[in-house]
C-alpha cells in the first residue's frame, strides 16, 4: 500500500543498451520515471513506481537497481518484455536513441493516496498505457500535487499534432511542469522556449521549468522569471541529466513542505527565493549525473557536497536525512 508521505512515479522502465564508438556495450537500467524514482529513493525520499517489468533478465536487473535505492516496485502484473533502447553516445557524450518498447499499462488501484505524484515521457503519450497513467493522475489530484516531464522521444510520439494535444492535456492536470529547450523545440518548432513555457503556465501550473543544457536552467512563475547557471562539470554522458534535474527538484520541493494537495496553494505562491533554491538543487543534482556514466543520480551527501562546491549551503533544509 502507497503511504501519503509517499510519492508516486508512474511510467516506464528502460533497459539502455548504451553504444560509444570503440567500446562494447553496456546495458544500464533507465527509463525516464523510473530514473526519477531512483533519483528520490537516492536522496532519501519514499518513492514507489508503478511500471511494467518483464520476467527476463533486462526486467530483473532493473528491478534490482531499483531496489538498491529502496525504491518500492509495483507493477500491472502482465508478463510483457522489458522494454529497450539502444542509447548511443558521440564523441560529446550527447546521447540518442532507438526504441523496442511497447507501454500496455493496465488500470491498478492506487490506495491509500500518494502525496504526489510523478508521470512523463513515454508513459504519458503512448497507448494504450497512457490513458491509464492519465486516469492516475486525474484520480490522484484530489490528495496530491503532480508533476510532468514531456522528455519527448520522437520515434515514439506518433502524430505530432496528437502528441502536443496529449502533451497540453498533461500539462494543465499538473502542478509543475519541467521541459527541456530540445522538448519544446519539437513540440513547437520555431518558437521560444520562454514563450512557450508562459503559455503553459497559464493552463494551471504553480511553474515551468525549463533546462537548457550547458546553459542552466529557468523558471517561468506568474510573477516573472528565474534563470540559474549550469553547474562548472566535465561531462562523461548526459543520459539521466534530467531525470536527475527532476529528482532534484522534487527532494527540494519536498523539503520545502510544497508537495501535497494540502501544499497546492503555498506551491502556487511560492516566492521567488523558494524557487531559486529549488532550482539549484535541481541543477547540481543534475551535474552529479553527467560527470560519470549513466542514470547514476547523487545520494543526499554527494547533492550536499555538489551545492557547497557551487557556493550554495545552508539555503533551504533540502535533506535526505540530514539538512543541506
Not at 47 to 75: C, E, F, K, M, W
Not at 95 to 104: G, K, L, M, N
Not at 157 to 186: I, T
Request: proline share 6%; with cysteine.
Amino acid at each position: 500500500m502507497l503511504d501519503h508521505s509517499e510519492l508516486l512515479v508512474v511510467g516506464e522502465c528502460v533497459a539502455d543498451i548504451v553504444r560509444q564508438p570503440d567500446q562494447e556495450d553496456r546495458v544500464h537500467p533507465g527509463g525516464s520515471p523510473a530514473n526519477v524514482a531512483y533519483g528520490l529513493a537516492r536522496l532519501g525520499r519514499r518513492a514507489t513506481l508503478l511500471t511494467q517489468l518483464g520476467p527476463d533478465p533486462n526486467g530483473r536487473l532493473i528491478r534490482d537497481h531499483l531496489a538498491s535505492a529502496g525504491v518500492t516496485v509495483r507493477t500491472d502484473g502482465s508478463a510483457t518484455a522489458t522494454p529497450s533502447a539502444v542509447v548511443t553516445l558521440d564523441g560529446a557524450g550527447r546521447a540518442s536513441y532507438a526504441f523496442d518498447i511497447a507501454w500496455t499499462l493496465a488500470p491498478v488501484a492506487v490506495a491509500p493516496a500518494p502525496g504526489h505524484v510523478h508521470t512523463g515521457s513515454i508513459g504519458a503519450v503512448v497507448e494504450p498505457g497512457s490513458a491509464t497513467v492519465l486516469d492516475i493522475v486525474r484520480g490522484a489530484r484530489a490528495t496530491a500535487t503532480v508533476s510532468y516531464d514531456p522528455n519527448v522521444r520522437p520515434a515514439l510520439m506518433g502524430d505530432h499534432a496528437a502528441a502536443v494535444a496529449r502533451v497540453e492535456e498533461c500539462v494543465a492536470l499538473s502542478d509543475l511542469v519541467k521541459a527541456s529547450d530540445e522538448d519544446l523545440a519539437w513540440l513547437y518548432p520555431g518558437e521560444e522556449p520562454e514563450k512557450v513555457a508562459a503559455r503553459w503556465l497559464e493552463g494551471g501550473p504553480a511553474a515551468v521549468l525549463v533546462t537548457r543544457g550547458g546553459d542552466g536552467a529557468l523558471a517561468v512563475l506568474p510573477g516573472g522569471r528565474i534563470t540559474v547557471e549550469a553547474a562548472p562539470v566535465e561531462v562523461v554522458d548526459t543520459v539521466g541529466a534530467g531525470d536527475a534535474f527532476m529528482s532534484g527538484t522534487l527532494h527540494a520541493l519536498a523539503a520545502h513542505g510544497l508537495l501535497g494537495a494540502g501544499a497546492r496553494d503555498a506551491l502556487h505562491a511560492v516566492d521567488r527565493d523558494t524557487v531559486t533554491d529549488v532550482l539549484r538543487h535541481a541543477v547540481a543534482s543534475a551535474a552529479v549525473t553527467v560527470s560519470r556514466a549513466g542514470a547514476n543520480p547523487p545520494d543526499a551527501q554527494e547533492l550536499r557536497e555538489a551545492l557547497v562546491r557551487n557556493g550554495v549551503q545552508g539555503a533551504s533544509g533540502a535533506r535526505g536525512g540530514a539538512r543541506t
